[in-house]
């Protein structure tokens, strides 16, 4: 009877399309992302959720909303479930960031997020996405299901935290296709959740629905 989390990346925008980096701008889903979320949501529906919980960001509002249709539930905004803020770097395509600041853009494909400056670290961000977390689990009953629908790279390194796993780990997992989902199975009692706990079972990463539009690769 352990409790389930199914954590959802966001539709595909044009932000996304041309890799600019969105951090906490607030960019709507495109036409295959919003393609994407409806053929993303019978998918998580099939997982009987009981609470879906979303960043307050347009793209991953935007996408709950369709998992809220479709599971009949409620859909509780939260700011600890946004994106890492890239800070100075915002808007910004990689193209661009590793042309102008060559250094920083190595460290930051390394995944040493503090060479961004005035963003977020992992640690950070690692931090108040699991303090929300803890909020969701709490609120589960054993045996429940709760999605929470966010932003590649926060889902990584939540991902890792909740595994009990170094930060740096991240590095070693493929990014997250544009709704694509985590599945996570609770190991024991998450009343005292600390970042580095091994407190859940990874039982998927990026499961995709077989009727969504692939994104295309970006040449």
């Given amino acids: 009877m352990s409790r389930r989390l199914v954590l959802l990346r966001h539709g595909q925008t044009d932000w996304n399309a041309i890799g600019r980096g969105q951090g906490h701008a607030d960019v709507e889903i495109n036409d295959l992302g919003h393609d994407q ?4 949501a ?13 960043s307050d960001l347009a793209r991953a509002r935007q996408t709950a909303a369709y998992v809220a249709k479709e599971c009949g539930l409620e859909t509780v905004l939260d700011a600890r479930f946004r994106e890492f803020d890239l800070g100075q770097r915002t808007g910004l ?7 102008t600041f060559p250094a920083e853009y190595a460290d930051f494909r ?13 640690e950070d961000v690692s931090r108040r996405f699991t303090a929300g977390l803890r909020d969701v689990v709490t609120a589960l009953s054993p045996g429940e299901t709760g999605v929470v629908v966010s932003h590649g790279a926060a889902l990584k390194v939540a991902t890792i935290a909740l595994l009990g796993w170094p930060v740096g780990h991240s590095t070693g997992f ?3 296709d544009n709704c694509g989902w985590v599945v996570l199975d609770e190991l024991e009692d998450l009343t005292d959740l600390r970042v580095d706990q091994g407190n859940f079972r990874l039982a998927a990463w990026n499961l995709t629905a077989p009727s969504a539009p692939a994104t295309p690769p970006r040449t």
């Avoid at 395509?93 to 042309?99: C, F, H, N, S, V």
């Avoid at 390394?110 to 992992?122: K, L, Q």
């Fill in 42 to 54: 019978p998918v998580i529906a099939a997982y009987e959720p009981s609470a879906l919980w979303t």
């Fill in 37 to 40: 979320a409806a053929a993303a």
């Fill in 174 to 176: 493929q990014g997250l």
């Fill in 93 to 99: 395509t990689m193209a661009e960031y590793a042309e």
């Fill in 110 to 122: 390394a995944g040493h997020f503090t060479a961004v400056p005035g963003g977020e670290t992992s």
